[in-house]
């Protein structure tokens, strides 16, 4: 028992000793707060307007910082950058919280910065209309809400689940240089914005595909740099078809067409989308269309690559006027593989629609939403959510 008391003591003493000599050689709190607004002011956070520190001030243990900026408003990510930069203060100087206020353009009173924050409200969903003549059927919640059925698809402790996925920071528009900067700073040789996508494109996400989940990213999932997309415009060789496709009177990808034809018992029309693969190598592949409650459920796309041959099933009522992605294959370089559509269905009448289909991650080529600008140019899957977001269709100009 006394060798208990010692050991404990002695535990005691130099746990205290250790952090008191570890706190003790910590920089005032001031200075931290301005080495760190020192440094995010530096583009790594892409402040739209860089806030100047004017105070720091330590009342019974709460951390108070008074900042003020040149701006008229306040953006939500500044607030948001604060938090996420500032809260290890909180910790290292063993304080019981923070707060951060600031003074605008219009104002003549420092206030909480939480106040000024707006929310942006979440636009409601609506299916979207269409002149296509099949008449609207009812399914059940569970295959509405499910984009995908196939035998091929992985079943397991996730079946029947939608993950979604955040790969963290990315490529974003800096608009007071007119250039693209990591949301992240080159830290130990190591740039948190290419390491964290990496490991969730490769592994996590697949690791949950495998378990039977559906999954979603905020940010590209494949990093094949190469795209190529086939829709029913391109024409010949790329989009052939058999049997009869109209072409709708409601607009398709890319401001173009689109075709649909009648589902069946037994597949009697098909449309055939051959890629031209530069090289060859994994590629996700994505298929796009205008959903609709005249749709089929069970949409069938034969995807022929070096493998073989893999069925994906897809819902086409949801999820549509967005990448829709069913699956990676392995093609070889040249026009060797390709993706058929069937019409064949369990559910008959219904619309089978042809659009588009894209084949790989690609390059940046679309502009910051807000501040226009020239493209990143950078590999897809390295861009920030608040690229991938319009690219994917959301209507906002809004991240993750």
């Not at 739209?48 to 806030?51: A, D, E, G, M, S």
């Not at 008229?72 to 909180?90: C, G, K, M």
């Not at 990315?170 to 240089?177: F, R, T, V």
């Not at 659009?355 to 991650?361: C, M, S």
């Given at each position: ?7 404990s003591?002695?535990?005691?003493i ?28 530096h583009?790594?956070y892409?402040f739209?307007?860089?806030?100047m520190l ?5 009342v ?11 701006a ?19 910790a290292e100087y063993q ?7 600031i ?12 106040t ?8 409601a ?5 269409n ?23 992985a ?13 963290g920071h ?8 007119n ?15 290419f ?19 559906s999954v979603?990213t905020?940010r ?11 829709d ?13 496709w109209?072409?709708?009177g ?7 067409t ?18 031209t ?7 996700w ?13 069970d ?22 006027l ?9 093609f070889e370089a ?6 058929v559509?069937s ?11 042809a ?7 690609g390059?940046?080529s679309t502009?910051d939403c807000?501040?226009?600008?020239s ?17 994917q ?8």
């Open positions: 028992m006394r060798l208990t008391i010692l050991l003591t002695f535990i005691y130099f746990v205290n000793t250790t952090f008191a000599q570890t706190n003790q050689s910590l920089p005032p709190v001031e200075t931290m707060v301005e080495n760190i607004l020192g440094h995010e002011g583009g790594h892409h739209h307007t860089t806030p004017c105070d720091v001030k330590v019974k243990n709460h951390l108070n910082i008074y900042l003020e900026t040149s008229s408003s306040v953006q939500n990510d500044l607030y948001d950058h604060l938090l996420e930069s500032l809260l290890p203060i909180v304080l019981d919280d923070f707060s951060v206020f003074k605008t353009k219009r104002q003549e009173v420092y206030q909480d910065l939480s000024l924050i707006t929310s942006t409200p979440i636009p969903y609506k299916v979207p209309e002149s296509d003549p099949f008449p609207n059927k009812t399914v059940n919640n569970q295959q509405r809400n499910n984009p995908h059925f196939s035998q091929n698809l079943t397991g402790s996730l079946s029947g689940k939608t993950v979604w996925l955040s790969q990315g490529w974003l528009a800096d608009n007071a240089n250039n693209w900067l990591t949301q992240r700073g080159n830290t130990n040789d190591y740039v948190e914005d390491g964290s996508v990496e490991g969730i494109n490769y592994y996590l996400q697949q690791y949950l595909m495998n378990a039977g989940a979603w905020v590209e999932r494949d990093v094949q740099t190469n795209e190529i997309v086939v029913n415009d391109s024409g010949l060789p790329a989009f052939t078809t058999t049997g009869t109209p072409v709708s409601s607009s398709g990808y890319n401001g173009g689109y075709q649909f034809t009648t589902s069946g018992s037994t597949e009697t029309q098909t449309a055939v989308y051959t890629p693969i530069p090289e060859s190598g994994w590629y592949v994505s298929v796009y269309y205008r959903q609709g409650m005249n749709r089929s459920v949409t069938q796309y034969k995807i022929n690559h070096a493998g073989g041959q893999t069925i994906v099933s897809v819902n086409q009522e949801v999820h549509g967005t990448w829709n992605y069913i699956g990676q294959f392995y040249g026009t060797q593989g390709n993706v559509l019409n064949e269905s369990s559910e008959t009448g219904q619309a089978i629609i659009d588009a289909i894209r084949f790989g991650g390059m940046g502009t807000t501040f226009g600008g493209p990143s140019g950078e590999p897809r899957f390295e861009e920030a959510a608040r690229q991938y977001a319009p690219f269709g959301y209507p906002t100009c809004e991240g993750d």
